[in-house]
C-alpha cells in the first residue's frame, strides 16, 4: 500500500503536492488542515484520507476528525495525532497515548519541520512531513510517500517545495 502524509496545509494543496502524492492509495493528514468546507472536501475527494484535527482547526475539521487516530496498515499499528513531539520529545499526552498504544508508526504535524527518525525507546518510527501549506516560517514546503508492506515502512520518498 502507498501512503502520502501531509501536514499543516494551512487551507493551501496545489497541483505540486496533488502531482506527488497521485499514485498514492492513501492519503494522511496530521493537523492543521485550514480552509472551509470546500477546501476539506476538496483534499477527501482527491484520495482516501486519514486524518487528525490540529490546534488552527475550527469545524468541518474537528467534526470530521478526532485529535488521535490508531488504526493498521499491511500489518504495521499506526498513531497520529497533531502535537506530538519526536524522540525524547514528546507532548506528555502523545506520550501517554504512545504508552498506551504501542504503534510501529508514530505520525505528527505541527512543527512544520520535516522529521523521520527512529525511536529505540518504544521501538517504532517517528514521521513528521513537515508543512504543505504557506502559513509558518518555513522556508520550504514538504510531504512524504513511502509504501507499507508486511507491516513495515519502505521506499520513503521526499517531496519539497521551495515557499515563494
Known amino acids: ?3 502520502g502524509l501531509i501536514s499543516d496545509t ?3 494543496f496545489g497541483p505540486e503536492f496533488r502531482e506527488f502524492l497521485q499514485p498514492v492509495d492513501e492519503l494522511w493528514h496530521a493537523g492543521d488542515w485550514g480552509g472551509d468546507d470546500t477546501f476539506l472536501q476538496g483534499i477527501k475527494d482527491f484520495k482516501p484520507v486519514v486524518g487528525v484535527f ?3 482547526d475550527g469545524y468541518p475539521a ?3 476528525f478526532p485529535e488521535f487516530q490508531s488504526f493498521e496498515r499491511e500489518g504495521l499499528k499506526v498513531l497520529m495525532t497533531h502535537i506530538g513531539g519526536y524522540p525524547g520529545h514528546y507532548n506528555p499526552v502523545a506520550r501517554r497515548v504512545i504508552m498506551e498504544e504501542k504503534p510501529g508508526l508514530f505520525v505528527c504535524g ?3 519541520i520535516l522529521k523521520v527518525q527512529w ?3 518504544y521501538n517504532m518510527l517517528t ?3 513537515g508543512a504543505a501549506g504557506l ?3 518555513q522556508v520550504v514546503r514538504t510531504a512524504l510517500r513511502f509504501k507499507i508492506e508486511g507491516g513495515q515502512v519502505s521506499g520513503l520518498e521526499i517531496f519539497e517545495l521551495p515557499r515563494k
Do not use: L
Open 1 to 3: 500500500m502507498k501512503i
Open 10 to 12: 494551512h487551507g493551501v
Open 54 to 56: 490540529g490546534n488552527c
Open 62 to 64: 474537528r467534526y470530521d
Open 110 to 112: 505541527h512543527s512544520h
Open 119 to 121: 525511536d529505540d525507546k
Open 127 to 129: 514521521m513528521n512531513p
Open 135 to 137: 502559513q509558518g516560517w
